[in-house]
Nanobody
Framework: VQLQASGGGLVQAGGSLRLSCAAS????????MGWFRQAPGQEREFVAA????????SYADSAKGRFTIPRDNAKSTVHLQMNSLKPEDTGVYYC???????????????????WGQGTQVTVSS
């Protein structure tokens, strides 16, 4: 299994970024996916999740109204569209798969089995 995250970069506060995660080696269309982030010196935290069919999503309170997590099962890709970015959104963003989840979405790191390498997002004030 490989999860390849991309799309990070440096952006000013109020700007937007679109992260992508290309998956291979797993049955993507039947796999829940999620995004997490980790700031320096802090624990990895949940950002957003989407179920296998794309009908159910969940967002951290900090992401609600600003981020969305669309997926394209035909391309085995999940995105994180981030708008109205704030300096506190700075961190390394990781995509992850939760292959064993059958219903709904999950928000804890222990529910996810494979992780991408992370992509750095830096929001300047």
């Amino acid at each position: 299994v490989q999860l390849q995250a991309s799309g990070g970069g440096l952006v000013q506060a109020g700007g937007s970024l679109r992260l992508s995660c290309a998956a291979s080696g797993l049955p993507f269309s039947t796999t829940n996916m999620g995004w997490f982030r980790q700031a320096p010196g802090q624990e990895r935290e949940f950002v957003a999740a989407i179920n296998r069919g794309g009908s159910i999503t969940s967002y951290a309170d900090s992401a609600k109204g600003r981020f969305t997590i669309p997926r394209d099962n035909a391309k085995s890709t999940v995105h994180l569209q981030m708008n109205s970015l704030k300096p506190e959104d700075t961190g390394v963003y990781y995509c992850a798969s939760a292959r064993l989840v059958r219903f709904g979405v999950v928000e804890t790191t222990t529910d996810y089995d494979y992780w991408g390498q992370g992509t750095q997002v830096t929001v300047s004030s």
